[in-house]
């Protein structure tokens, strides 16, 4: 028996299948007889529509149909919603921004969908979408984050004053303005989240398919999760009974959040496949991706800090303009506010905190959910806080930390803005971390470092994030005729190794051979309900998982006493195998399961078989923390920079697989500097073109450009999951932005003054900020 216990360092065994070129993707879904797509997008930002001429696509070669806003219109197809409520500071409900799949009237960012177009290749379908004429009236757009709310800036959309789709807040202001009152000392920053393309590795093809037998329909598409967006496809956009539309995703290359959320592709696929009574498949180039995923991110904050004259912070106030792009997307307003606000109080025993986040729709690619999704912000901003609080009154990044940590004696902890830490041993961490980077020999590497011509910085950043809550997961575990045991729900993963994970628990939990377990995902028709994002699909699918495994063993307890004749009580079970205590008497689960079909051997009400069905609803959610400590080197007459040291001290609770935790914690951190020091999204002023469209001017982080992770652990157990665990996929890209800006403004403060660099801090930034903090002392 092959035992894949919790806790072991297990070999994914979804490797084998993937690197041997045996996944299949969605663009590997082939169907006979599916025809081709293609899209024509928008090319200018912002515009009204005048006319769109497809005469000249519907005669070209190969084409079956070309479909336009006026077709949408004309079969009564609905908008994609925005689900979430954002409530304006008065109480009203957040404006609405109707998104056809087709554009009818008008375009609000380049790429905008303007018409469809399917033909019997890919070639003829991208040949006829160049040949259709659109006719714009061209209007003035504006891609700003916060100039996009003030007066004459262009309108997106008649109904909404001043492109504010919500202005909301969260906390107590008048608190907030007494504790200011009564400040020792104003600590003021603001800050910039740059905008993040997402640039997941597998773009998002499409496939539908559709049974006139049935007048059903089957999707295929690369998503987190089918279920998510099957009954809102269905009846806000299809006005189809749920029940006729099947959706499935099968392997995932990357999601990061992006891949959640319903898309124009996924209806378009499915409405032409209806109407023309065959498959349609749609591959989208990477050009497509640029301009139709949504986006992450893009905040600038205003945040003050009242702080005492210790360097003891009293309260926080916080304004926050979230770019949202130009129609918000599916849970486009839940990002910016209740998603990531909550976490603004970090690790820090902040009394007071008042949050007003204004929701800013311009000429852009909408954004939504990216890795973390609204945490990293969060935890971003108020790093940057405490680290300027320690600038102004003389404090050392840890001290200023040790004076604002809450202790662990405080856990449960409620923090004001009504999170419950229920674990946190953050000083602790932050002292691993400095002492395994070697802090208190830095100022040695440093002056080393001087005599060669470079600046040497050395930084931190502390993170804490909630995840591993939300809605309840579904495990449905089923004995196969085979002898393996089936585990079907509703997550979906998108590179994480679910496989392997809920194999191990299962393993741990039943003893069965973890090769046996067959993890079945993305189908609508036969897994429950269910999403993977929030680092949720372990700590909530894995409990699920858990809690199914240990019905069985209950279950199979009795079984196992009837079959060998003894009292359940006196039944022992361990690694797979029942005993009669005090005899030789044993059953395997297998053996039991074989038993478990026969009516003879059941309690009376006793349903043959093992199959359990467990639906895990999370009490609370987790909240995994962590230290990260970065060193770095700055060429002063180049501005380039080098991460020299990457130390992380991080507490997941126990642990499934080590070496899974470690690979998402080292991918989270690249992506984490990749926003940090490379990844810069531009739209140009005034035209909304995205200048930043391809891999030709859009930088992601290269193997050189990272150095080895000094990856250690530091656990409290968490009090509220049966596992014990912490949500760990989102933490590096959560905890890296900061500790590499704290690291470069370390570098640079010394001989410049300088106290903060917004990111992307690319090469070229750095540099003008050389030369206008000498430019300045020049003054």
């Known amino acids: 028996m092959v035992k894949f216990a919790i806790g072991q360092g297990v070999h994914r065994v979804e490797d084998n299948r993937l690197l041997t070129g045996a996944g299949r993707y969605t663009d590997d879904i082939e169907v006979d007889g599916a025809a081709r797509s293609a899209i024509l997008r928008s090319p200018v930002a912002h515009a009204v529509i005048r006319s769109v001429d497809v005469e000249a696509a519907r005669a070209a070669p190969g084409v079956i149909a070309v479909y336009t806003g006026a077709d949408v219109e004309a079969d009564g197809l609905g908008d994609l919603p925005c689900v979430p409520p954002a409530n304006n500071k008065d109480g009203s409900p957040r404006a609405d921004t109707p998104r056809p799949i087709l554009a009818k009237t008008k375009v609000r960012h380049v790429g905008d969908p303007i018409a469809f177009v399917i033909a019997e290749t890919q070639v003829q379908a991208r040949d006829a979408a160049e040949l259709i004429e659109v006719e714009f009236d061209e209007l003035e757009a504006t891609v700003d984050t916060e100039g996009a709310v003030a007066d004459g800036a262009p309108q997106l959309y008649d109904h909404i004053p001043n492109n504010l789709a919500f202005d909301w807040q969260d906390g107590d202001e008048a608190a907030v303005d007494a504790a200011f009152a009564k400040a020792h000392r104003t600590v003021k920053v ?8 997402v640039n997941s590795m597998e773009v998002r093809p499409v496939v539908a398919e559709y049974d006139p037998a049935t007048d059903r329909s089957t999707l295929w598409s690369s998503t987190q999760g089918p279920h998510v967006f099957q009954t809102m496809l269905a009846k806000a956009v299809l006005k189809i009974d749920p029940a006729k539309l099947r959706c499935r995703t ?21 409405w032409a496949s209806r109407k023309l009574k065959r498959a349609v498949k749609y591959l989208p180039e990477r050009s497509d991706a640029f301009v139709s995923d949504v986006q992450g991110r893009d905040n600038v904050s205003y945040a003050e800090a009242a702080v ?84 102004e009154l003389g404090l050392s990044p840890d001290e200023v930390r040790r004076r604002n940590f809450i202790p662990p004696e405080a856990m449960p902890y409620t923090t004001p803005l009504g999170n419950v830490y229920d674990t946190g041993e953050f000083q602790t961490l932050m002292e691993e ?46 004995f196969a005729d085979d002898g393996r045991v089936e585990i079907r729900i509703g997550t979906q993963s998108n590179g994480q190794g679910h496989e392997t994970a809920y194999a191990q628990i299962l393993s741990d939990t039943i003893g069965i051979d973890g090769n046996k377990v067959r993890v079945i995902q993305g189908d609508t028709d036969n897994t429950p309900p269910g999403m993977t994002g929030g680092s949720r699909s372990v700590p909530v699918g894995g409990a699920a998982v858990l809690l199914a495994g240990r019905q069985i063993v209950e279950k199979a307890r009795k079984i196992a006493a ?53 639906e895990r609803v999370p009490e609370a959610a987790t909240y995994p923390n962590g230290c990260h400590v970065c060193e770095i080197e700055v060429d002063p007459d180049t501005g380039e920079m080098s991460i020299e040291r990457y130390t992380i001290v991080d507490d997941f609770g126990d642990t499934i697989n080590p070496a899974l935790l470690a690979g998402q914690v080292h991918g989270g951190i690249v992506q984490g500097f990749g926003q ?75 001989s410049t003054g300088i106290t903060h660099i917004d990111m992307p801090a690319t090469p070229l930034s750095i540099w003008q900020a050389l030369q206008a903090a000498k430019a300045g002392k020049a003054a």
């Open 190 to 197: 603001r800050v910039v989240n740059n905008r993040i393309v």
């Open 562 to 614: 009837n079959v060998m004749e003894a009292a359940a009580a006196d039944i022992e079970f361990g690694d797979g195998v029942f005993t009669v205590a005090g005899t030789d008497k044993r059953m395997t689960i297998e053996e039991v399961a074989k038993a478990s079909k026969e009516p003879a051997n059941l309690d009376d009400g006793m349903k043959p078989g093992l199959d359990e069905i467990h």
């Open 676 to 750: 940090a020091i490379q990844e810069h999204t531009v739209y140009e002023d005034g035209s909304g073109q995205l200048v930043t469209g391809s891999f030709m001017d859009y930088t992601l982080p290269r193997a050189s450009d990272v150095p080895m992770f000094d990856f250690n652990v530091h656990n409290v157990r968490c009090t509220t999951n049966p596992l014990g665990i912490k949500g760990s996929g989102e933490a590096g890209a959560i905890g890296a932005p900061p500790a590499l800006i704290s690291a470069l403004v370390d570098a640079l403060r010394p």
């Open 250 to 270: 099968s392997d995932v290359g990357g999601g990061f959040g992006m891949k959640i959320f319903l898309y124009p592709e996924q209806a378009l696929c499915t």
């Open 433 to 478: 971390a400095m002492e395994r980077g070697d802090w208190a020999g830095f100022e040695a590497r440093r002056e080393a470092a001087r005599k060669r011509g470079m600046l040497r910085g050395i930084g931190m950043g502390y993170y804490i994030e909630k995840c591993g809550g939300g809605n309840p997961e579904t495990a449905d575990v089923r």
């Open 308 to 391: 005492d004259a210790d360097g003891v912070i009293q309260a926080l106030r916080v304004t926050t303009y979230a770019a949202l792009g130009g129609y918000l997307s599916h849970f486009g307003s839940f990002i910016p506010t209740a998603a990531g606000t909550h976490m603004l109080s970090g690790v820090y025993k902040i009394p007071h905190i008042y949050v007003n986040v204004k929701g800013v729709l311009n000429n852009t690619t909408p954004t939504d959910a990216y890795r973390g999704a609204g945490r990293p912000e969060a935890a971003y901003l108020i790093e940057r806080v405490i680290d300027s609080v320690g600038y």
